[in-house]
C-alpha cells in the first residue's frame, strides 16, 4: 500500500492509469475539467483518463452532475449520473480489477493542489472483486 497526500495524486495515479490494460472504473463525488488550462494536475489526469479510453481499456464512470456525463461521454468514457437520493460521495478508482485507489480526494484543482486529502493505492485481487461488486450495485441504481 502507498499513500497519496495533498498534491501527489496526479503524480502517483496517472501512471496506473497509463498502465491499466483492460478496466477502469471510477466512482467519484466531484469531478472537474479544466479545458483552458491543460497543464492543470487534474486537466493532467482528465488526460490520462481520456488517453485510457481512446487506446481500448474499458472506462465506466459514475458521477454526480449531468454536464460532466456529457463531456465524458463525448470522450469515450461510459459514464452515468447515479440515479439516487442518497449522496454519491465516493472517491474510488478500480484499475484491472485489482489495482485500487481510494480516499478523500475528489478530482478538482483544490483538492490536487492546496486542500489537506489523503488517499491510498493498493493491488488486491480479493478487495478488487468486492469493489467490483460495490461498483455494480451503484452503477445499477
Known sequence: METIIGKQFSEKVIPLIDEAKNTIRV???DWRWYPNDPGNP???FNQAIVRASKRGVNVQAIVNFDPLVKTLKDLGVNAKKLASANLLHTKLILIDDE???VGSHNF???AFTKNFELSVFFTD???GQELINYFNQIWQL
Open 27 to 29: 466512482v467519484v463525488f
Open 42 to 44: 487534474v486537466q493532467l
Open 99 to 101: 489495482v485500487v485507489v
Open 108 to 110: 478538482t484543482s483544490p
Open 125 to 127: 485481487v480479493e478487495i
